[in-house]
């Protein structure tokens, strides 16, 4: 079992930051995979970063590769994506998830926060 609780989500204007937070507990050893997807009104889930915790290799998606960055911190069990130059077209509710992998489909990921609204005004 893990948990997952997200944190950091908001309204920013249009090339402005935000730092998305997600706490992870459990038994997070059996979970390598960490990732960030995102799911718009009326759109897919749509992948956006994920990255293995014990080796660190990251994982973007084209349309915010050079503006997100996802990371984590080993001693806080907390994992982090900071999203710089943000544009209005990323607006959506944003999900950390967690499995044994680290793919692009959210079927690698068994574990999901409860999501956290990102808008961004134009």
């Known amino acids: 079992q893990v948990q997952l609780v997200e944190s950091g989500g908001g309204l920013v204007q249009a090339g402005g930051s935000l730092r998305l937070y997600c706490a992870a507990s459990?038994?997070?050893?059996?979970?390598?995979?960490m990732g960030w997807f995102r799911q718009a009104p009326g759109k897919e889930r749509e992948f956006v970063a994920s990255?293995?915790?014990?080796?660190?290799?990251?994982y973007y998606a084209a349309s915010v590769k050079g503006r997100f960055t996802i990371s984590r911190d080993n001693a806080k069990n907390t994992l982090y994506l900071q999203m710089n130059s943000l544009k209005p077209e990323d607006t959506a509710i944003y999900y950390c998830?967690?499995?044994?992998?680290?793919?692009?489909?959210?079927?690698?990921?068994?574990?999901w926060g409860q999501g956290t609204q990102v808008t961004v005004s134009s």
């Open positions: 990255m293995s915790w014990r080796g660190g290799s990251t």
């Open positions: 459990g038994r997070t050893f059996s979970s390598d995979g």
């Open positions: 998830a967690a499995g044994s992998l680290y793919g692009s489909s959210p079927d690698e990921y068994d574990y």
